[in-house]
């Protein structure tokens, strides 16, 4: 798989079960905090201040396949690109690997919001500024890294 950015991250005492494994809720943190370091690698961040508009981005959509366990300590390498991108949201889709092997496969959809207090949500979906979009478009991933993160795995494959 071709992925246009990755980081790292330990997995923590306190992300794991009893049995030192890293619960589940922990890799969806290391995915948001992989788009985080994606964001800023861009000079972008997910509350971000544009003109006079202030813009953030809630997930409306978060997946993840567990191929195999991650443990205490663990050295994780998560690499994150843009799999869709549509007028007001893009989708990033997220792989994780632990010493060369895959242990997760994931997507989030992530909307660009203007922070409005007037409204009940306090937010309101807007189009995403051309210039994050180009930024984001830069970062998409190849056809088929896209279609085979999406494939529902078998876990242990």
């Known amino acids: 798989m071709s992925f246009p950015f990755s980081t790292q991250c330990r997995v923590e005492f306190a992300d794991t079960d009893m049995a030192g494994i890293a619960h589940f809720t922990a890799i969806l943190r290391y995915m948001e905090i992989a788009e985080h370091e994606f964001l800023r690698h861009l000079g972008l961040s997910v509350f971000m201040t544009q003109g006079t508009r202030k813009l953030s981005w809630p997930r409306v959509s978060a997946r993840c396949d567990f191929l195999g366990p991650v443990r205490f300590e663990d050295v994780l390498r998560v690499e994150v690109g843009v799999d869709r991108i549509t007028e007001r949201s893009v989708t990033y889709a997220f792989l994780i690997s632990r010493d060369g092997r895959t242990a ?17 949500t306090g937010l309101t979906a807007v189009d995403i500024p051309p210039s994050i979009a180009d ?23």
């Open 104 to 120: 997760a496969k994931g997507q989030m959809t992530c909307v660009c919001c203007v922070i409005d207090h007037e409204t009940p």
């Open 135 to 157: 930024s984001l478009r830069a970062m998409r991933v190849p056809q088929e890294t896209s279609r085979e993160a999406r494939q529902a795995p078998q876990y242990g494959r």
